[in-house]
């Protein structure tokens, strides 16, 4: 076994994690002291976190700008400034602690992630990333271990649903996107101020490229590829692109006992032929494209009357935003023809919650790799096909993500589960991927 789990004294408890023959390789002896995460202390903060916002389905409903998202958040900063953060929140809502280097001068390191949840949703999804940046930051303060380049811990706002706080941090949040109304009823604009931020002062939330010297965010994998192929670490090639839709389709509402069948213009049929061509459209070329329709209102909404207008979610993922704008024409163009054949309208509006494909750092990606080897853990390069915050700090600064397991595959889910050996695992090839950019390895 490569992983084990010991008590060192009265000493907090750590994962050591060894080579194959039981030895650390050479490169990790060489380091005084051998850092390393502690996974049980880390699965203990997110339970804890868990509970705010804890779901009488099971899982948990921390929707962002919501009461729970703010009891979360105070947590958070809570156990920043335990760790010896300074915390603020800037105007994107984004909080962040900073932990100075011997050379303030230095542009930081960033690193973390979000805690708000989709609606009863998982434990680990995001929270991973911060409590694990948290443990990163306490494992080197409780050894003396001070970096040259400062260090900033974030937890950005309103991820879920569209990247709200990585948006603001990169200059792309759009007037237009503080209008779009929350799943917490609030719009964004509204929810910023609710959190701390503020919304008229977002050129202030604004990094330029250059002032980080890297982004890294730890995440759960939210698929089954890890711990089917038995493997502790994800190396992430690249995030895929997210684009999204409202889709009207007007047809007209009628009596349903008095319209003959042939006479009817029925908008929820249309909308089951335009799901069907979604799913056909998608899966008719070769990839890991996905396409999906997970919301549906039909009116009226009576038994007893025809649907007369519909509106429903469409969204198209993939690593290539060339091949999303292929399916959505293909798909527009079924569209058409489902309009002519039922006598319905169809509409789509765009989304500002859309985020663009986009490849980590490759010098990022080694470097991981790297310290996976050193450690003895095995690790694979596989694509993210959800989104996250990193997709936008990679247009400012140097970015990497590392996976770990999620048991099952399960994500956004109240079974959603990742166990603390690999809590430590990723927190600890997170903090020495860290420690290899602040000697130098990222020039």
């Known amino acids: 076994m490569s992983i084990r789990s010991f008590q060192l004294g009265s000493v907090l408890v750590l994962v050591a994690l060894m080579g194959r023959g039981g030895a650390l390789s050479p490169a990790l002896q060489a380091q005084t002291p051998m850092l390393r995460a502690n996974g049980a202390r ?26 729970a998202d703010l009891q979360g ?49 998982g434990r680990y999804d995001g929270v991973v990333g911060v409590i694990g940046a948290i443990e ?12 040259r380049h400062p260090l900033e811990v974030v937890v950005f706002a309103a991820e879920e649903g569209g990247l709200f706080g990585s948006r603001a941090m990169i200059g792309a949040l759009t007037p237009e996107a503080l209008q779009i109304v929350s799943q917490s009823g609030k719009t964004v604009r509204e929810g910023l101020r609710a959190i701390g931020g503020d919304p008229d002062r977002l050129a202030e939330a604004a990094r330029r490229p250059g002032e980080i010297k890297a982004f890294l965010e730890l995440h759960v994998e939210q698929g089954g590829t890890l711990e089917a192929e038995g493997v502790p670490i994800g190396v992430v090639e690249g995030i895929v692109g997210i684009n999204r839709w409202d889709v009207i389709i007007e047809g007209f509402a009628n009596h349903a006992g008095t319209t003959p069948m042939n006479q009817r213009r029925d908008a929820l049929v249309a909308a089951a032929e335009l799901i069907l061509a979604v799913n056909r459209v998608v899966m008719s070329v070769p990839g890991r494209q996905v396409g999906t329709v997970g919301r549906i209102t039909a009116e009226p909404g009576a038994p007893n009357v025809i649907p007369g207008r519909v509106q429903m979610s469409l969204e198209l993922r993939d690593l290539s935003a060339e091949k999303i704008a ?16 039922r006598g319905v309208t169809i509409t ?4 500002a919650a859309t985020a663009v494909p986009i490849p980590t750092d490759a010098r990022v990606r080694e470097l991981i790799a790297e310290v996976a080897r050193e450690l003895g853990l095995r690790f694979l390069v596989l694509p993210s096909g959800a989104g996250h915050d990193a997709q936008n700090m990679a247009r400012i600064a140097p970015t990497g993500m590392i996976f770990i397991p999620s048991v099952g595959g399960i994500s956004h889910s109240p079974r959603e589960y990742t166990r603390p050996e690999d809590l430590a695992n990723g927190a600890t090839v997170l903090l020495h991927t860290i420690l290899k950019i602040d000697r130098g390895a990222l020039p």
């Open 42 to 67: 880390m699965e203990e903060r997110i339970l804890r976190l868990a509970e705010f916002g804890r779901d009488p389905r099971g899982g948990v409903s921390r929707l962002a700008f919501s009461e």
């Open 136 to 147: 990163v930051i306490e494992v080197l303060s409780a050894h003396g271990v001070r970096t």
């Open 73 to 121: 958040r105070a947590y958070i900063i809570a156990l920043m400034r335990q760790a010896g953060l300074t915390v603020r929140v800037d105007p994107g809502g984004n909080i962040i602690g900073r932990r100075e280097g011997r050379e303030p001068h230095l542009p930081p390191i960033v690193f973390g992630s979000h805690i708000d949840s989709v609606p009863n949703g």
């Open 326 to 341: 292929q399916l959505f024409e293909r798909i527009r163009d079924e569209a058409r023809a489902i309009e002519q054949r």
């Open 348 to 351: 789509f509006t765009p989304i």
